[in-house]
């Protein structure tokens, strides 16, 4: 069981195999060559024609002429075009995103709590996980970090759910459907896709970062990589992975080189580390930046376009890849148990290198921040939801230390499986419960001290809700709590036995060493 809202992801360096708690996790070295195309073979018929070689202009009407019919045998193909609906773009996804929603108290001083991450409930010592959540896969945080001392570049792996088939991993370009071999249907060159990246693409950056890591046999290990961000205001704040500008053990980089896409390079700093995910904030000093157009992630559908930009293998800056939205509210688990939650899955190629980019959508504002890849299995990427990052942000422009609310509890998100299997009267919410170490032994379900230990809450209550918000599968608690600042007072809503309770709370700060 996880202490979801408590457990961000950690720095890449360390490479991570083998199955773990109840998400799979895996990890790449190196990109393989992507797969041969299978071309259909060229028809005899119309092969060496003129009509072959240039398709006739598709039209709406047509006189009638004395013209004789063509023979079929040699009619031209017919390039048909087709153009993506514009997407919903909110009235606020605009430069005033930093408006709302309005924050209601400075933070204040982290509490000096120690928390280790955890497996979910019903997980046995030792971390294997439980029977019902079979089958592993590899995902990779999307960075690339290299020890002077190693041989080859690390990348940090995690454990996501769910079985992942082998495939060769390639980009992703604009697909071609035919109809007997034909008809080819392409994609109009003033498509999302181009407007979206010309859009964004001056705001992301390539970061370079140098840092030493412990080594576990004494001394210290020099180590450099290469990430992305992605500017949010043009003062010169950026926002990127945590990973991305810390080293394998956890520790700030010692420096950082920020270049932008018109190769201009600028001394950068680390602001802040989020300690809730798997983000952090870098400051450069420089003029006439472009901020990329900051959206939501609150009504993403699944199918809908995404397009990411970023610099894979730490080498192409500013790729762009698209595809769709395939999920939300993904979540991957390192083997430590920390986890990265409520990720937005895509099938756009995101590769090592393009942790810290920018995932958007159909009209070019960011949804998401890239973080994580499937390394197994073509096509199974993550990102952050924008809406997690965004009181990062709001706190950054404001000059605040970067904080975020705390409970003070362990649980696990309730479905119908844990339902099942835990006895429960829900099938959603929040179970408050004991976590299982992989290594042996037990965390306390309520952290003594803490917000929900002083306002009463216990080892087995359900979290239904927080104020108005809904505790479910769309909703989870980490999520919800997002909105809210360190040091508001909520009402929590809780299921105790045959009772419905209401527990008054102030949130706390959550602690940096989580």
């Known amino acids: 069981m996880t202490d979801q809202h408590d457990h961000p992801g950690n720095g890449a360096g360390n490479q991570i195999s083998g199955s773990g708690p109840a998400d799979p996790g895996a990890h790449m070295d190196a990109v393989p060559p992507p797969a041969p195309m299978d071309l259909p073979a060229a028809d005899p018929a119309v092969a060496g024609t003129p009509e072959a070689a240039a398709p006739a202009a598709a039209t709406d009407d047509i006189p009638a002429t004395d013209t004789p019919a063509a023979d079929p045998e040699t009619a031209a193909t017919v390039a048909t075009s087709y153009s993506p609906p514009v997407e919903h773009r909110p009235d606020w996804a605009t430069p005033g995103w930093n408006d709302r929603p309005a924050w209601g108290s400075t933070p204040t001083t982290n509490e000096p709590v120690a928390v280790v991450a955890t497996t979910p409930v019903g997980a046995p010592v030792g971390g ?80 370079f970062v140098e840092g030493t890591a412990t080594d576990p046999q004494g001394g210290t290990i020099p180590e450099s990589g290469v990430g992305s961000g992605v500017i949010f205001d043009v003062d010169g704040w950026i926002l990127t992975n945590k990973h991305v500008v810390t080293a394998s053990d956890g520790t700030i980089a010692d420096s950082l080189t920020v270049e ?51 610099s894979p293998l730490g080498t192409y800056s500013n790729t762009v890849t698209s595809g769709i939205i395939s999920a939300t509210g993904r979540s991957v688990t390192v083997q430590n ?22 995932l958007l959508d159909a009209v070019g504002d960011v949804i998401g921040i890239n973080t994580a890849v499937a390394t197994d299995s073509n096509g199974i990427g993550f990102a952050i939801p924008v809406d997690i990052a965004r009181p990062i942000m709001q706190q950054a422009l404001a000059g605040q230390e970067l904080s975020r609310p705390y409970i003070g509890v362990r649980y696990v998100a309730i479905d119908r499986q844990v339902q099942e299997d ?62 809210f600042a360190p040091g508001q007072t909520v009402d929590l809503e809780i299921i105790r036995g045959a009772q419905t309770l209401t527990i008054t709370l102030t949130l706390g700060t959550r602690p940096s060493d989580l």
């Open 337 to 358: 148990g920390d986890r990265l939650n409520n990720l937005i899955q895509t099938d756009a190629a995101i590769n090592p290198g393009n942790s810290g980019g920018p």
């Open 422 to 483: 835990e006895n429960l009267p829900v099938a959603e919410g929040a179970l408050v419960s004991p976590s299982q170490l992989a290594g042996g032994g037990t965390l306390e379900a309520v952290i003594g001290g803490g917000p929900a230990d002083l306002a009463g809450i216990r080892e087995g209550d359900i979290i239904t809700r927080i104020d108005d918000q809904v505790i479910d599968a769309e909703h989870p608690l980490d999520l919800a709590l997002a909105s």
């Open 260 to 310: 932008l896409k018109d190769g201009r390079q600028f001394e950068g700093s680390v602001y802040g580390i989020d300690t809730l995910t798997d983000l952090a904030i870098v400051k450069i000093e420089a003029d006439e930046l472009t901020a990329a157009s900051i959206g939501s992630s609150a009504d993403l559908e699944v199918g809908q376009l995404a397009i990411a930009i970023g």
């Open 128 to 207: 294997t996980a439980p029977a019902r959540r079979a089958g592993t896969g590899s995902i990779v945080v999307a960075s690339l970090l290299s020890a002077v001392l190693a041989s080859g570049g690390t990348v940090l792996a995690l454990k996501g759910s769910g079985a992942l088939d082998p495939a060769a991993p390639g980009g992703t370009g604009n697909p071609i459907t035919t109809a007997g071999s034909r008809q080819p249907v392409t994609i109009d060159e003033s498509s999302a896709v181009i407007d979206a990246a010309a859009k964004a693409g001056p705001a992301v950056v390539r970061i």
